[in-house]
Structure formats: C-alpha cells, structure tokens
C-alpha cells in the first residue's frame, strides 16, 4: 500500500510541476491565477458548506440513501450543464446550444424529484403491504 502511495503522490507532483511549467509559459499568468483563486473561494467558501449543510440535513431523512442518490444525480447533471449555461456570448458553434438548456436543467431535476418521490412512495407502500400481510399471517396461527 505504500508503495501505491508513493507513486500516487509522485504522479501528482509531476502534474504540479507540469502545471507549473505551463503557467509560468503564459504571456500574462495573472488572469489564470484570478481564475484559480476564484475557483478555491467559490470550492471552500460556498460548495463544501452547502454540500456538508445537505448531508447534515439529510441525515435526519428517514429515506436517506434515496435522497442521497437523488441529489448526487442532481449534482451531476447540474455540473454538466452549468458550463454551457454561464457561458457569456453566444457560443461559437449554433448547435451548442440548441435548446433551452436552463428549462430543460430544471425539468430533469423535476423530474429525478419526482421519481425519489414515487419511490420512497413505492417502498413505504410496499413494506407496510408485507407488514400487514406477515401480521395476518401470524394471526392466522401455525397450519394443522
């Protein structure tokens, strides 16, 4: 194991280093360097707060894995589609952008909602269904 930890730690040292070396390469690295900044601020200051007050929140869900999977498909297809709807401009190639990405972004999320909804709905309905029918059963006593 710690020799897959050595080669791990050297492989990203090599990409900080490449990283680096191709920063340092760029006329003005000052805007890229804004842009990495940025990004650590946006990372630390506002997504990992939000994401720790969700599973804080989700904790408390008596369906939680369901939820859990519910938002991780969210957070997936938010991630996707964000790039391409905060983009300024119009995009350079027409058929990037042929739809109303931002309606459509939010009628997916409606509707993986909606199947964790009819889900945990589905599940609910069907362990009080054996919760009953196993009560009725015993109810009945043993067969002679």
Known sequence: MKG???LLGG???LLIAIGGRLLADLPDP???????GGALVLHDGIIAPLVLAAGLA????????LVRGALLTAGALVLVTLPLLLRPGTPPNPSALPL???RN?????VAVAVAA???AVAGRWRRSRSRTSGAAARADG???
Request: glycine share 12%.
């Open 11 to 13: 492989a990203g040292l």
């Open 4 to 6: 897959v930890r050595l």
């Open 142 to 144: 043993p067969a002679e």
């Open 58 to 65: 989700v904790a408390a869900v008596p369906a939680r894995g």
């Open 105 to 109: 972004l939010l009628l997916v999320l």
């Open 117 to 119: 909804g009819v889900t």
């Open 100 to 102: 109303p990405y931002g």
């Open 30 to 36: 000052f805007d890229v360097l804004v842009w990495m």
